[in-house]
């Protein structure tokens, strides 16, 4: 690459940036279209095998009262 290419690059990399950042600044300007709260079923349950590669860990599964896995986190 030539030093105008590398140029020309890094000017375009930097305006789809300031772009995202706005992009980004007029969701936050949003208001909440929705919230509620809902009863889900959390379970806690201990994973990994204790190593540096796989530690233990506590995770958080949510579930919907009709059994439904929602998410873990």
């Not at 300007?29 to 709260?37: A, E, H, N, T």
Request: charged fraction near 35%; glycine fraction near 4%; hydrophobic fraction near 35%.
């Amino acid at each position: 690459m030539t030093e105008k290419t590398d140029k020309e690059s890094i000017a375009d990399l930097l305006s789809n940036l300031k772009r995202e950042v706005e992009i980004t600044k007029e969701i936050q300007k949003q208001p909440i279209l929705d919230l509620s709260v809902e009863s889900v079923i959390k379970v806690t349950y201990r994973v990994g095998l204790g190593t540096s590669d796989d530690p233990v860990r506590d995770v958080n599964s949510y579930w919907d009262k009709n059994g439904n896995h929602l998410f873990d986190l």
